[in-house]
């Protein structure tokens, strides 16, 4: 399946000597990896093998692999971004050199703010749009919030682009792309399931050594019937029997690996939307 994603990176091939794809697990970032051109040579630093070669110096790594490089799940080793900086400053002016993937971690985040603001080019990743999944094209209706339209181009654009039935399909299927390959109700409950557990004992028990995995795992089946609600930290707290701070932390954690989004509500007053 084509994902719009390919577009974007080439386009940001063009404009950055880095491009960083950062995204929830399983959401695509590796199959995206897949469909660079020729000549691009990609490391997976949750292989064993693939781990040692870069970790042992990646200065060295860097200066014998100048270009057409991608790193798979980056934030496993620090000491990378530092070594980017240093590759990137020597040839500035050279794009398209490096393309590095990460999930589930603020220390990705913090990293590339860090080490590589103004040379990197960032793409957050989302799972398979509506869109995506019917193969069809992105409606123009949402290019209208960002460029000057008539009032007969909006109302026109509102036409429906699906059936109920496709929509809610989509809701409760998700937009992940093994289960929507795989398309057994059976398996989506059971890859749903181990997701849910490999997110949090594999990635917020690591990085968070100090969570309370029990509440923590309560909170996300919590977070799910949040959905288009407006958030509140005390009724939230409550329910999980937790502090307003951990509650608020607990967000937090979600937001850092992907799996939530604040919308903010829209206002015209920039100050009323900021605060």
């Given amino acids: 399946m084509n994902r719009a994603y390919e577009t974007l990176l ?16 399983q959401c695509g970032k590796t199959t995206l990896l897949s469909t660079l051109p020729e000549g691009w040579k990609i490391y997976d630093l949750e292989k064993q093998s693939d781990f040692q070669i870069l970790s042992q110096d990646p200065d060295l790594f860097l200066r014998l692999n ?14 990378l ?6 590759a990137i ?9 490096f393309i590095i993937t990460g999930s589930s971690s603020p220390r990705l985040i913090r990293a590339i703010s860090e080490s590589l603001a103004g040379r990197i080019g960032i793409i957050e990743m989302a799972p398979f749009s509506f869109f995506e999944v019917k ?26 682009h699906g059936s109920i039935r496709d929509v809610h399909d989509f809701w409760f299927r ?14 989506h409950s059971i890859w749903m399931n181990q997701y849910t557990g490999t997110y949090v004992y594999r990635d917020v028990a690591r990085l968070f050594p100090g969570i309370n995995e029990n509440r923590f795992r309560m909170f996300i089946q919590l977070l799910a019937g949040l959905s288009g609600t407006v958030i509140n930290y005390s009724d ?9 701070p951990t509650a608020h932390d607990y ?25």
């Fill in 174 to 187: 998700g937009g992940y792309p093994e289960p929507w390959l795989n398309t057994g109700k059976r398996f």
């Fill in 236 to 244: 939230v707290a409550r329910a999980l029997g937790v502090s307003q």
């Fill in 135 to 160: 193969k069809k094209l992105s409606p123009a209706f949402y290019q209208l919030f960002t460029e000057r339209a008539s009032v007969e181009d909006f109302i026109k654009e509102l036409r429906a």
């Fill in 81 to 86: 971004f530092p070594a980017l900086r240093v």
């Fill in 89 to 97: 400053d020597n040839d500035r002016q050279n794009k398209g050199r």
């Fill in 251 to 275: 967000f937090e954690i979600a937001h850092g690996s992907f799996l939530w989004r604040n919308i903010p509500a829209y206002t015209r007053n920039p100050v009323k939307r900021i605060v």
């Fill in 10 to 25: 080439n386009e940001y091939i063009g404009y950055f000597p880095c491009v960083a794809i950062i995204g929830a697990r």
């Fill in 66 to 79: 100048p270009e057409k490089v991608a790193i798979d799940e980056s934030q496993l080793e620090p000491d």
